[in-house]
T-cell receptor
């Protein structure tokens, strides 16, 4: 297992289009997190799963955002009707339990909405 | 309300000298803290953590100090190396929702000059 994998690495889309990102966590990790990072900011929490259950969603996650983690394995994050303000780096992380020794992050998906 | 604050956007030090990165927090309920390092185009990488019951944790060249009365922690890198040049994020777990997620500061960009 080589870590957390995210695809695609880069996505350029036109405003109003839908996009979907995929995250494959470390196989034995039961928790999976989505974060968003914009320029000059630290990662901001979006949502998290424990196994297949989505346990928490941030206020940043508007109705246009939806995340799934079928069967508690990989996860997808979909953004519908993209807006320019959605342009950011979307980071996925996983952990075993609470992650007191740190989450393992993927390399992220850079979204640019034009 | 930013619960984890890194007030220095950047820091420049000479190779071989000490780098000191600072972080302040507002929530006395945080029970541990973490530092992450991030290179461009990569996800954050866990560096070191400290429990709130300790005041120091050391791992090789990296030492984190925690001052609970001042709600302040710092990361010391000795000696600094050019490969340490990266953005460093301070983070703490937030339990206001369900099982917790990490809150990150805005980061400090460290440049180590040869």
């Amino acid at each position: 297992d080589t870590g957390v994998s995210q695809n695609p690495r880069h996505k350029i889309t036109k405003r109003g289009q839908n996009v979907t990102f995929r995250c494959d966590p470390i196989s034995e990790h039961n928790r999976l997190y989505w974060y968003r990072q914009t320029l000059g900011q630290g990662p901001e929490f979006l949502t998290y799963f424990q196994n297949e259950a989505q346990l928490e969603k941030s206020r940043l996650l508007s109705d246009r955002f939806s995340a799934e983690r079928p069967k508690g394995s990989f996860s997808t994050l979909e953004i519908q009707r993209t807006e320019q303000g959605d342009s950011a780096m979307y980071l996925c992380a996983s952990s075993l339990g609470r992650g007191a020794y740190g989450y393992t992050f993927g390399s992220g998906t850079r979204l640019t909405v034009v | 309300d930013q619960q984890v604050k890194q007030n220095s956007p950047s820091l420049s030090v000479q190779e071989g000298r000490i780098s000191i990165l600072n972080c302040d927090y507002t929530n006395s309920m945080f029970d541990y803290f973490l530092w992450y390092k991030k290179y461009p185009a990569e996800g954050p990488t866990f560096l070191i953590s400290i429990s709130s019951i300790k005041d120091k944790n050391e791992d090789g060249r990296f030492t984190v100090f925690l001052n609970k009365s001042a709600k302040h922690l710092s990361l010391h890198i000795v000696p600094s190396q050019p490969g340490d040049s990266a953005v460093y994020f301070c983070a703490a777990p937030f339990y206001g929702g369900s099982q917790g997620n990490l809150i990150f500061g805005k980061g400090t960009k460290l440049s180590v000059k040869p």
